[in-house]
């Protein structure tokens, strides 16, 4: 990390946060009586990640190192501990990894934020649970925004995902005030964006122990809620989670659509792909989903809080169960024996963004990330991929399955409908987080 990059960082952070440090520490030594400080609720902690001084939180940006010194000082705020290493987990990003390339950050440093709840248990506190939710965004566009002509514009990253981070510290505050059994870890990533790279990073260099790490619990986009509707992913990655989010959810009344294993495109990935069963909440897609539009006023309040409510009780009931959890592996993988060792989860990388909501017998694309094997084969939004080498791509997960197969530097066929018209394109896969 070069000093470059922290010092415009500190300059910002210490012009942003002095009224609220002032507010939350008090300014005892000249003042005898002063009223409690006003709480910090969830949309404050939103708007402070996703104002536009943060400049869009690019991955080694000043901003993002703005958005990493702050998330420390509120998870100090609501009583999580540092690790044994500290609050932030830095790492670097990679000269070579294109996405980097694209966003001029390669060789510049990344942080995850991590903070800690002890278990209560004597024993069972060896064991933990991840919450985690990446903080980084777009920066200024140019590479993976979905806005035509948005470079130089601030991609400010309210839903994606000021909300998730904003949501780590209301589960924090929640379960501080009554620790379960076992250890709840949470991390603030960075480098999502930019292909998972934090939490790849995580996994390789793990806190605790993966294999005392019960399971991985990822909030990415949580922050708009529509007709209750909540999307879980991953809920096939451990045999007891379908029944559990059942129970939950019958309080809860969300319209609950739990499915898939534990890949998808987000950090829950890096999790599963070292064996540990994982979930990911999500409150599905937008038209300012990496746009400039998808800023804080478009937060549904209410709806956050009955999300972080539900994710609580489900970190609650993860965290006091008296066993383990049982992983499930992915469905019928298909690996070809012949082609060498499995690279679960890294994997070849297209660079897709599909579309989550809508896949009609095919998945249907919102957009390419910019600069990705998929733009250079000439992919783009609106094209209907239904087959990719041999393999036909019914839907999402066909999809993932089938660039799981293939190695990076192959050159695979990719059929789409576009329009009235079939098209064979030829994408060269990349390396997934690179
Ligand atoms: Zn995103």
Known sequence: MSARGILPGLTVLVALTVSLQAQQMGTATHEVVRPPPPPVLPIDDIRFLSDDRLAGRMTGSPGADTAAAYLARRFQAVGLQQSAGGWFQPFPISRDAPAAQIAHVGGLTGRNVIGVLPGHDPVLRNEAIIVGAHYDHLGLGGFGSLDPDSNGKV???????????????????????????????????????????????????????????????????????????????????????????????????????????????????????????????????????????????????????????????????????????????????????????????????????????????????????????????????????TKIGEMSVPDLEAMTEALRIHHPGDTVSVVVRRGDQTTTLHAVLGVRGG
Not at 219 to 233: A, N, W
Not at 274 to 296: A, C, N
Not at 342 to 348: D, E, H, L, S
């Open 155 to 385: 991609h400010n990253g309210a839903d994606d995902n000021a909300s998730g981070a904003a949501m780590l510290i209301e589960i924090a505050q929640r379960l501080a005030a009554s620790r379960p059994a076992r250890t709840v870890v949470f991390i603030a990533f960075s480098g999502e964006e930019l292909g998972l790279l934090g939490s790849a990073y995580y996994v390789k260099q793990p806190v605790y122990p993966l294999a005392t790490t019960l399971a991985m619990i990822n909030l990415d986009m949580v922050g708009r809620l529509r007709q209750k509707r909540l999307i879980v992913y991953g809920s096939r990655s451990a045999k007891e989670f379908p029944k559990l989010l059942d129970s939950l959810n019958w309080y809860a009344g969300f319209d609950l659509k739990a499915q898939g294993d534990g890949y998808g495109p987000s950090d829950q990935s890096s999790f599963y792909a070292v064996g540990r069963p994982v979930l990911h909440f999500f409150t599905d897609l937008h038209e300012d989903y990496h746009r400039t539009t998808d800023d804080w006023q478009k937060i549904n309040v209410d709806g956050f809080g009955q999300v972080a409510t539900f994710v609580t009780g489900l970190v609650t009931a993860l965290a006091n169960r008296p066993g383990p959890l049982t992983l499930m592996p992915p469905a019928a993988t298909q690996m070809p024996a012949s082609t060498g060792p499995p690279m679960p989860g890294y994997g070849a990388y297209l660079g897709t963004v599909p579309d989550m909501t809508d896949n009609p017998g095919g998945v249907r694309l919102l957009g390419v990330r910019a600069g990705s094997p998929a733009e250079r084969a000439g992919l783009r939004g609106d094209d209907i991929i």
